[in-house]
């Protein structure tokens, strides 16, 4: 994710900080200080910041190390100002996997919540509804034991709740895609969460508007995983040499930047493969051939522009499996190879136009 620092790998998987999270805690400092005019204030509000934000951490490994034991990788966990994200390289291709995978994240804050009652326990203030109920939920009250508890309990209920792209709403998806076909049981669990979103903009409307912006992000994240499945179900069985471009133009590694530019102003195509006698070299994208020009570089070769070790396809290859490696890849053209010679390419435009096609066929059926 863009504008984020890398802060370490764990258990091989890649955490960063989105720079907004740095700015968040830098807010709540500089506000505590201002108002409390105390420095340790300041100190303790950006302490419960960085406690609560470990427990959302610990949360997303929940999701990516259960993922991780049905075969599927996680690319990094980014920490955002509302919360985490971890990127995973796709969802288990079984419901019950992807219903375990969906209630790891809000198990682990059950387990934090458990040692929290037993630790305040141990401390001689027992956790029960009227403490937890006096507790001072500022950023720097008293009581941040049991300030983190109250947190966890509402991380569960609110990650529970069944609309995407919360939990909840994968693990609805997960259940009804037991009985129904993937698409369908997504389709379903969009209805919910959408239902959900209209319930919440209703009450923000008249109490708080802060439900509203919860509205517009759980109707936008149940519209995403709807075209998703979409895409899944158009994609099903589908092979690359199905949906592959096979009119295209290429360019030699001695070819001028300049002729680069004419072709691409000839037609269409944005981005071109560097071919050598039949072997792929790499692909002189139009960002790079716009970023040469700007440069006064345009007297280059094509070679000393184009972009190195790019993804391919083969030929008769699946084409989720292929889609799945150009989402990986800055770069959002493919070639399709047979036997090691081009024969076409893949690019994000003309994949998503062949998932149009099959949508608007399968609807006049």
């Known amino acids: 994710m863009k504008w984020s620092l890398f802060i370490g790998r764990y258990a091989g998987i890649r955490v960063q900080i989105h720079l907004t999270f740095l700015v968040l805690l830098i807010w709540v400092g500089l506000s505590l200080y201002s108002t409390e005019q105390s420095a340790s204030a300041a100190f303790r509000g950006v302490g419960f910041i960085l406690a609560l ?11 990516a190390l259960t993922a991780r034991r049905f075969g599927v990788r996680t690319r990094d966990i980014t920490l955002l100002p509302i919360g985490g994200v971890a990127r995973l390289e796709r969802m288990p291709d079984k419901p019950v996997q992807e219903l375990l995978v969906a209630i790891a994240g809000p198990a682990v804050n059950v387990v934090i919540a458990v040692l929290l009652v037993v630790v305040l326990a141990a401390l001689g203030r027992p956790a029960s509804a009227e403490s937890l109920g006096n507790a001072d939920m500022g950023f720097a009250g008293p009581g941040i034991l049991e300030r983190l508890l109250i947190v966890n309990v509402m991380l569960v209920a609110f990650n529970m709740i069944p609309a995407f792209p919360m939990d909840g709403g994968r693990v609805l998806r997960a259940l009804l895609a037991m009985r129904l076909p993937y698409a369908v049981a997504t389709a379903r ?19 708080n508007p802060f439900l509203i912006l919860i ?4 109707w936008v994240g149940a519209s995403q995983e709807a075209a998703a499945a979409q895409t899944k179900g158009a994609l099903d069985g589908v092979t690359v040499t199905q949906a592959m471009i096979t009119d295209y133009k290429t360019l030699s590694p001695s070819d001028s930047l300049s002729h680069a530019v004419e072709l691409l102003l000839a037609g269409s195509q944005q981005d071109f493969p560097v071919a050598d006698e039949g072997r792929v070299m790499g692909i002189l994208t139009r960002q790079a051939l716009i970023t040469a020009l700007a440069r006064k570089t345009d007297h280059l070769r094509v070679i000393d522009a184009m972009q190195r070790d790019v993804p391919h396809a083969e030929v008769g290859e699946m084409l989720d499996m292929a889609l799945q490696r150009m989402q990986a890849s800055p770069i959002r053209t493919m070639p399709v190879l047979q036997r090691g010679a081009l024969v076409g390419l893949l690019t994000m435009e003309n994949v998503g136009e062949y998932v149009s096609v099959q949508a608007a066929l399968a609807r006049v059926q």
Not at 53 to 63: D, I, K, R, S, Y
Not at 192 to 207: D, E, H
């Open 53 to 63: 934000f470990l427990c959302v951490l610990l949360h997303e490994f929940g999701h």
């Open 215 to 218: 509205a517009v992000f759980v």
């Open 189 to 207: 669990a969009a209805s919910v969460g959408k239902l959900f979103a209209a319930f919440f903009a209703v009450v923000g409307f008249y109490t």
